[in-house]
């Protein structure tokens, strides 16, 4: 098969590229600038291009030969996300059905049982880019996952910081909603599944086998970095100080922080009936298992991180060989870190 991966440059594209070369298909990787191979350490055999889902004619050049669609485009660092999401969607959708595109997977986020109303702007849009693919009248799936769990993912990295920076973590009481995290490396399997299983179609929902509330997210990142942290309640703190406090002490985009911690009110949790089951049955990854690839730097998998990763995700060297305690050597990554934008701007 020959599959375009729209956004192959983000944390589950760059990896989703070689799983589907190691399945036998032919990859096109695209990105909103052409992406070096070199850097992703891609095989020579993988076509890259630059590809901005907004603009129809590159797009359209795109899909040409093409048999299916991965679309992982999101602008979530960017204020006008909701927009420029929207119209990407709305581009690649005619594009789409003018074309000779068999199937359409779109990697979603799970949507909480509740009112649309109360939904986050977040959840909202990546509703929206939903319903806008899903009517392409191609074979079209939408693949809804909560917190995705590897070195690098942007949700899980802003738990993982936090677990790790204070030793006593004030947790606010409506963050005890449930939460489904799946493993990286089950989200590639059902991206392959939902390429290759027509009778996939809709919306299906991607989970771990394990529903958890956050603090003991929390806990499990603690207890992959060997550490021991302790979590009180905090009352009646609103969801914009938490947002903004929690993009001054981790590393993250400010703008992506903000608008995924308006998602912690509400449960993520899969739907029963609607719920991905791998095609060739193997068991899925537990939390505890996927937080222990993500934390051992001897492991190479997906949840590993990548140079490829963006810098705030990455770790520095240097003070993985410096002895210092956790929190002071947390503190001193974020200083890092912050220096750094500094610099870049």
């Not at 050049?61 to 999401?85: E, P, Q």
């Not at 738990?159 to 939460?179: G, N």
């Not at 590639?188 to 179609?201: G, H, T, W, Y």
Request: aromatic share 4%; glycine share 6%; with cysteine.
């Amino acid at each position: 098969m020959r599959i375009l991966v729209l956004g192959a440059t983000g944390y589950v594209g760059s990896r989703l590229v070689p799983h589907l070369l190691e399945d036998g298909h032919e990859v096109l990787a695209a990105s909103s600038s052409v992406p070096d191979p070199e850097r992703f350490g891609w095989d020579p055999r993988v076509r890259a291009l630059r590809c901005d889902v907004t603009d129809r004619t590159a797009v359209e050049a795109a899909l040409k030969g093409v048999d299916a669609v991965v679309y992982l485009v999101h602008s979530l660092n960017r204020t006008d996300f909701t927009d420029r999401d929207r119209r990407g969607a709305e581009v690649v959708a005619a594009a789409v059905a003018d074309s000779d595109v068999r199937r359409l997977v779109y990697l979603s986020g799970l949507v909480p049982d509740v009112p649309e109303s109360e939904l986050s702007e977040h959840i909202t849009s990546r509703l929206e880019v939903e319903r806008i693919l899903l009517g392409t009248g191609v074979g079209a799936v939408a693949l809804r996952a909560g917190v995705v769990l590897g070195a690098g993912s942007t949700s899980f990295e802003i738990v993982r910081q936090i677990a790790t920076l204070f030793v006593v973590q004030p947790v606010p009481t409506w963050m005890r909603s449930s939460v489904q995290p799946v493993a990286v490396s089950d989200v590639l399997r059902a991206i392959v599944d939902a390429l290759e299983d027509e009778a996939m179609s809709g919306a299906v929902d991607v989970g771990g086998p394990d529903v958890i509330a956050y603090p003991d997210l929390m806990g499990a990142c603690s207890r992959g970095a060997g550490l021991t942290r302790l979590r009180v309640p905090a009352f009646l703190v609103p969801t914009t100080l938490v947002g903004l406090a929690t993009a001054l002490v981790t590393t993250a985009p400010f703008h992506t922080v903000t608008s995924l911690i308006e998602s912690l009110h509400h449960d993520m949790v899969c739907r029963p009936g609607h719920t991905w089951v791998p095609r060739n049955g193997s068991p899925l990854v537990t939390l505890e298992e996927a937080v222990r690839r993500a934390s051992d730097p001897s492991y190479d998998g997906p949840e590993a991180v990548l140079s490829s990763d963006p810098a705030w995700a990455r770790p520095f060297p240097l003070l993985d060989v410096v002895p210092l305690p956790a929190s002071t050597r947390a503190v001193a990554r974020l200083a890092l870190h912050r220096v750094a934008q500094l610099l870049d701007t």
